[in-house]
T-cell receptor, first 116, second 112 residues
Framework: DAGVIQSPRHEVTEMGQEVTLRCKPISGHNSLFWYRQTMMRGLELLIYFNNNVPIDDSGMPEDRFSAKMPNASFSTLKIQPSEPRDSAVYFC??????????????FGEGSRLTVL | RKEVEQDPGPFNVPEGATVAFNCTYSNSASQSFFWYRQDCRKEPKLLMSVYSSGNEDGRFTAQLNRASQYISLLIRDSKLSDSATYLCVVFPPTGGYQKVTFGTGTKLQVIP
């Protein structure tokens, strides 16, 4: 079975440009998460969707960040305009919620973003 | 105090050694705990859950100490392939995902 699929795997862009990261969760999973990982701060939860609805976006750094989940199989994280401090690895993860929830999050391979 | 704290390491240990990591958490009402493993430049993957009664999986043992608010991971007979960063994960009292907190990880390097 396919795992969580993220694209692009790597992105190098210049300050001020728009960046869009994409995620396809595991089929049947109803929870989706966007995390950001840096050496200094570790893994930080940016936003969490349940059944395509944003539940908690308190981790989104500022208005430059936005995330959408138009359907159960696709989500985007957009940064506009990008800044050098946004450079990080962005992970998307999905999970099967509900009574069968084991607490396991399945991560994609990540999108490594470098903003020059 | 941070919600979840780990010693970043690195822990450099020879093959065959036993090594243990601790992870402290601040919310005494936290319900669920896990250890994840992250290889260099890879995504985190679930290693094992941490139950109140302890949990053993081969060379790995995870334990929970609620009184002192920490979880531990013990690795016996370390292998080169165990080299990775180990993240502890704490789920909030409500059981929801909103405040799932990852520790910053403990790096383990097993040396030949």
């Amino acid at each position: 079975d396919a795992g969580v699929i993220q694209s692009p795997r790597h992105e190098v862009t210049e300050m001020g440009q728009e960046v869009t990261l994409r995620c396809k969760p595991i089929s049947g999973h109803n929870s989706l998460f966007w995390y950001r990982q840096t050496m200094m701060r570790g893994l930080e939860l940016l936003i969490y969707f349940n059944n395509n609805v944003p539940i908690d976006d308190s981790g989104m750094p500022e208005d430059r960040f936005s995330a959408k989940m138009p359907n159960a199989s696709f989500s985007t994280l957009k940064i506009q305009p990008s800044e050098p401090r946004d450079s990080a690895v962005y992970f998307c993860a999905s999970s099967l919620g509900g009574a069968t929830n084991t607490g396991e999050l399945f991560f994609g391979e990540g999108s490594r973003l470098t903003v020059l | 105090r941070k919600e979840v704290e780990q010693d970043p390491g690195p822990f450099n240990v020879p093959e065959g050694a036993t090594v243990a990591f601790n992870c402290t958490y601040s919310n005494s009402a936290s319900q669920s705990f896990f250890w994840y493993r992250q290889d260099c430049r890879k995504e985190p993957k679930l290693l094992m859950s941490v139950y109140s009664s302890g949990n053993e999986d081969g060379r790995f043992t995870a334990q929970l100490n609620r009184a002192s608010q920490y979880i531990s991971l013990l690795i016996r007979d370390s292998k080169l392939s165990d080299s990775a960063t180990y993240l502890c994960v704490v789920f909030p009292p409500t059981g929801g995902y909103q405040k799932v907190t990852f520790g910053t990880g403990t790096k383990l390097q097993v040396i030949p």
